[in-house]
């Protein structure tokens, strides 16, 4: 049985898949790993185990190791474990370095592999595939899985392993964060009610172009602005052309494809005819110099100064996912609370979208084939989606920085709250929580259920103005093109024709709607599409069609 | 101007646009200081505002407060003024230690020996078979993997070696060897009271490098009760900036980094660069001295 032991330990070390085969007709406990207790009990193992992990540091945790969430994990699980902490602005740099040597921890906690790390890494058995495991102890995971079917289509790679344990944040408002927002008291400056078509804003620009609402005499009135870098959401092109075709896409946000899904077919927008429409409606806004020429140029800081205008008022109205992007959030001018949403507007033909953002999770907790107790890892991982370990990773130590609701205190969305906030998220002492590090599982219950006693707070505001302005016009989610991991042999070449395409789309819109080009000259439309085409349009979606289609 | 001579017409002409040009690179470089200086007191919302420019608006001293408030910034000095002392205290001695001997004539195989320092600046091993190499030497995660890996500089050594050449006089050592003086003696009590330009300069240069360290750190360190200033500068100013793929980000926590960046920024950057500021003068007159002499005959 001992030396079965050290051949089962051997195979480890070389050929992960084969180990699992065998641990699994073995009923698990056999993989050389100290032995773990059944799936879903606690602690995870009977005597106190050491574990090397490794994660990207946050400025908002001062210490992961002299931590209380670390010492509750090790009460809860009897796992101790050794942490390894990188500056995450560079920690792919030093993972990556890490790897190349051969010196890696056995678990890398929050280091979000893409799915081409993840197949290589794989393929070397370096990453250990967690499927049986999965299969054998993840009774979290599983509920994760089931809960969001995408996250799992997401997390299998072209070669049929999971490697890593997802993160599923629900944001209930990040879901629909093309928004935008206008100043309400110029509303009742020039009577007029919140616009619900494109003809109908575009009067309402105008009138705040002319009819001076901030009532200071001068025209120095901005009826739209946005802002390409920095910011969220703050491109102006994305809320606009959803009234004309559907589109996943904004120019600040650089990854962002313009493309969508219909029936079953992927589709580029920028060369429709709809979306010719769209550009021509920015123009003609444009050219009314309804539209700040910066918005094409500035990033959020300059967007910001605009919003903050010493005095009086000058943003009318302006893209963004939240207005704490363009006013100072709780700042001193108060401002922020005068914003509201603009509902998606109807376009001519009576198009009319919410761009939805649906949950992919993020691939988070790791483990290599440099950790000897693959199962207490894999254990020690799913336990982390536990309601307490999540809320005291996320928040910190129960009683002290949050506590259970009583009873007749209200969540978010205005049901039954499941957790109560005592201290306020920057008041979290920090060496209690771990900042969301590694996988959770937060749904949109979870997450609007935190009790909110001011119905002013942002997260009650945004809830409300989502719920009522944007859900009604969500796209669905099956015309959204998933990620999607590419073999190795087109990677490169579709990685090329997306970057080119990126630049050169975002150019174009540009100078269609400051008009630098022509779009109502078919013949520089014409040429557009032609430099599309050379580009390599219809190679990038037949590649992406057969990946989609082979998934 | 310490010798000024009779300027000739040529000369005036040179005098007027070498000053101008001057003053233009003089201006484009403090303006940024100047803002950064006038924001670090300012109240945040005029910055946000874009009232501050080149002096405070709503003077305030939140963001400094802010900064010694913060346990890790207070930490990272104390690293970093560690890692400068120690990591400068050894780069200057091996440094001397090495450029002295190759300064010598009498030493045989000095050529061999200045080939292979000057090989390690065109050619290393690059970085990982370096990282290998502090992993193996046991180095990984502890302080001596930011003071011995670069302890000295083949460049410092080359000047450091022209600058022995040129101002310490064979009749000198002829001299002291005369009186029955060792090398070690010679070294200590006659080179280098004589070198006071040159060590200047290497300490300089090696305390700034230290100073500025940032990769090996991040790269060596997992213990952030080691980190340098450097590394918890960036990781304030760079974690914390906005990004638009935060698409499920909470929002309460984006708007905290948001502010703690924009409390810290410019405060930050003045403290982080205050100590090198602050040497600079001191050394500077030596500065120009000591290059000189070194790169003039070399």
């Known amino acids: 049985m001992r030396s079965k032991a050290m051949v089962i330990a051997l195979l480890l070390l070389m050929t992960p898949l084969m180990v699992f085969a065998a641990g699994a007709e073995e009923e698990g406990a056999a993989t050389g790993g100290v032995p773990v207790t059944p799936a879903g009990t606690y602690p995870i193992v009977e005597e106190t185990l050491e574990m090397e992990v490794f994660l990207s540091g946050t400025t908002l945790v001062d210490d992961f190791q002299n931590n209380a969430y670390t010492e509750y994990v090790l009460e809860k699980t009897g796992i101790q474990m050794l942490v390894d902490v990188t500056p995450s602005a560079d920690a792919q740099q030093v993972v990556n370095v890490m790897l190349a040597s051969g010196d890696y921890p056995g678990t890398f906690i929050n280091q979000n592999f893409t799915p081409a790390q993840q197949v290589l890494y794989g393929e070397q058995g370096v990453f250990l595939p967690l499927n049986d495991l999965i299969d054998e102890y993840g009774v979290n995971v599983q509920t994760a899985f089931e809960t969001f079917p995408l996250v799992r289509d997401n997390f299998v790679m072209p070669d049929g392993n999971i490697y890593a344990l997802p993160d599923v944040n629900d944001c209930f408002h ?37 009819e001076d609402p901030n009532g200071n005499g001068i025209q120095d009135e901005i009826p739209l602005v946005g802002a390409v870098t920095g910011g969220w959401f703050s491109g102006i092109d994305g809320f606009f052309m959803n009234s004309f075709i559907y589109t996943h896409g904004n120019l600040q946000n650089v990854n962002d494809t313009y493309l969508r899904i219909v029936d079953g077919q992927i589709d580029a ?50 893209t963004a996912g939240h207005m704490g992007v363009f006013v100072d959030f709780d700042g ?48 020690l991982g799913d336990a982390w989606y536990d309601f307490d370990m999540m809320q005291r990773n996320l928040y910190g130590r129960e009683g002290i920085e949050w506590g259970m609701p009583e009873p007749g205190q209200l969540g978010i969305n205005g049901k039954p709250a499941t957790w109560v906030p005592i201290v306020g998220r920057g008041l979290i002492d920090r060496t209690s929580w771990w900042n969301q590090a590694g996988p ?40 959204i093109v998933p990620p999607l991991s ?9 990685t090329e024709i997306q970057t080119t395409l990126a630049d050169y789309v975002r150019e174009m819109i540009a100078r269609f709607i400051t008009g630098d080009a022509d779009i109502d000259s078919d013949s520089q439309w014409n040429a557009y599409l032609s430099e599309l085409d050379a580009i390599g349009v219809d190679r990038m979606l037949e590649i992406m069609q057969t990946t989609y289609d082979n998934k | 101007m310490a010798n000024v001579t009779t300027a000739t017409g040529q000369d005036r002409w040179f005098n007027v646009i070498n000053t101008t040009i001057v ?25 946000i505002q874009g009232r501050v420019w080149f002096w405070p608006v709503d003077f305030n001293i939140e963001g400094y407060r802010a900064v010694f408030r913060h346990p890790r910034i207070m930490s990272g000095f104390a690293n970093s003024f560690f890692y400068v002392i120690v990591g400068t205290v050894i780069n200057v001695t091996l440094t001397v230690l090495a450029a002295y001997p190759l300064s010598r004539k009498d030493f045989v195989d000095r050529n061999l020996f200045m080939t292979l320092f000057v090989f390690t600046i065109m050619f ?81 240069f090696y305390a700034v490098q230290h100073w500025n360290q940032f990769f090996q750190a991040l790269l060596y360190l997992k213990d952030e ?36 960046r924009e409390l810290l920024k410019y405060s930050l950057i003045i403290v982080a660069s205050a100590p090198m500021l602050i040497l600079y003068p001191f050394i500077q007159k030596y500065f120009v001295k000591g290059i000189m002499i070194g790169s003039l005959k070399g």
């Open chain 1, 174 to 210: 990040c879901s629909m964060a093309q928004k935008l927002w206008v100043y309400e008291p110029w509303l009742e400056a020039v009577g007029m009610d919140l616009p619900q078509t494109t003809e109908e804003y575009k009067e309402l620009l105008i009138a705040f172009r002319d």
């Open chain 1, 269 to 318: 927008v920028y060369d429709a005819p709809e979306w010719r429409e769209g550009l021509r409606y920015l123009n003609d806004l444009y050219e009314e110099g309804l539209i700040l020429p910066d918005s094409f140029v500035q990033d959020a800081n300059q967007y910001k100064q605009l919003g903050e205008n010493p005095g009086d008022v000058i943003l009318g109205s302006g």
């Open chain 1, 332 to 379: 001193e001018s108060g401002r922020w609370t005068d914003y509201v949403s603009i509902p998606p507007l109807e376009g001519p033909n009576g198009v009319r979208y919410s761009r939805f953002n649906p949950v992919f999770g993020d691939p988070q907790w790791t483990i290599t084939n440099a950790e000897e107790n693959v199962e207490a890892a894999f254990r």
């Open chain 1, 440 to 479: 959770h599982l937060r749904t949109r219950d979870y997450r609007l259920g935190r009790y909110q006693p001011d119905p002013g707070a942002l997260e009650v505001v945004l809830f409300n103005e989502t719920t009522a302005n944007y859900e009604p016009y969500a796209a669905d989610g099956s015309m």
């Open chain 1, 486 to 494: 590419y073999p190795s042999n087109v990677a490169a070449e579709l």
């Open chain 2, 23 to 47: 003053t233009i690179f003089f201006v484009l470089v403090l303006a940024p200081l100047l803002y950064v200086l006038a924001a670090s007191f300012s109240d945040a919302l005029a910055v």
């Open chain 2, 124 to 204: 290393n091993g690059g970085l990982i078979p370096t990282y290998l190499l502090v992993k193996s030497l046991g180095m990984l995660d502890t302080r001596a993997a930011l003071l011995f890996p670069l302890a000295i500089g083949a460049w410092n050594v080359i000047i450091t070696r022209t600058y022995f050449q040129h101002t310490i006089p064979n009749e000198l050592l002829e001299a002291a060897q005369m009186d029955g003086c060792k090398d070690f003696r010679f070294l200590w009590s006659v080179v280098l009271p004589l070198s006071g330009p040159i060590i200047a300069v290497i300490t300089l």
């Open chain 2, 225 to 260: 009760a080691k980190y340098p200033l450097q590394l918890i500068l960036r990781e304030i100013l760079v974690e914390n900036q906005v990004s638009s793929q935060m698409t499920d980000m909470d929002i309460d926590s984006l708007l905290l980094r948001q502010q703690l």
